[in-house]
């Protein structure tokens, strides 16, 4: 089984300015396809050659969990963007998110200072727990929270390859313009509402 890159649900310019074109062309068409390219190679004839990508991230380790979970990862980062989505969340997610953090804005900046704060490269993470309880959770490199029994919710990729076209250093200022062009109607769906 040949795990394929999803195409993206918009165009390549879709979420300029936060994001311009070249970085998603990059970002999409490059980094994504060698992980996906990089995964499909070290898979062929191994016990993970016709698993799914949860599965080979969950029981696999090194470069075959790593592919994985960048893979994945990517794919859960994209799906979540767009320019016309909902801005933020309403319902038992909102009611979730102010519980834990007070209010939507005190989660927005817990989150922006946890993804400015990740030191190399790295994922942060809004998962939820068995029990129904949000996290916020950094992860280096490819770490993926499934690996630890949570449910991914939303995304941040803070790997210098996902803003230094667009934003050099200036990480603080790619993390204020995702907050522009995440779609919570994507994160809601992804919530249980346990
Ligand atoms: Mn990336």
């Known amino acids: 089984m040949k795990h394929l890159l999803p195409e993206l649900g918009y165009?390549?310019?879709?979420?300029?300015?936060?994001?311009?074109?070249?970085?998603?062309?990059?970002?999409?068409?490059?980094?994504?396809?060698?992980?996906v390219n990089n995964l499909n190679s070290l898979i062929e004839g191994t016990e993970y050659e016709e698993k799914s990508l949860e599965y080979i991230i969950c029981n696999a380790n090194g470069s075959i969990c790593n592919n994985?979970?960048?893979?994945?990862?990517?794919?859960?980062?994209f799906e979540a963007l767009s320019k016309d989505g909902k801005r933020k969340p309403t319902g038992r997610l909102a009611e979730t998110i102010i519980g834990k953090w007070g209010s939507f804005e005190g989660f927005v900046s817990e989150f922006s200072k946890s993804a400015s704060g990740l030191f190399g490269?790295?994922?942060?993470?809004?998962?939820?727990?068995?029990?129904?309880?949000?996290?916020?959770?950094?992860?280096?490199?490819?770490?993926?929270p499934l690996r630890n029994g949570y449910r991914p919710l939303l995304v941040i990729d803070v790997w210098e390859h996902a803003y230094y076209l667009d934003y050099q250093n200036r990480r603080a200022d790619y993390i204020k313009s995702f907050w522009e062009i995440l779609d919570w109607t994507v994160v809601e769906r992804r919530f249980s509402g346990k």
């Open 11 to 35: 165009n390549a310019d879709a979420l300029e300015p936060a994001i311009s074109r070249t970085t998603i062309e990059f970002h999409h068409g490059k980094h994504h396809q060698a992980y």
């Open 68 to 77: 994985a979970a960048q893979a994945w990862n990517h794919t859960f980062y």
């Open 121 to 144: 490269s790295g994922w942060t993470w809004l998962a939820e727990d068995a029990m129904g309880e949000l996290h916020i959770i950094n992860e280096q490199n490819a770490g993926n």
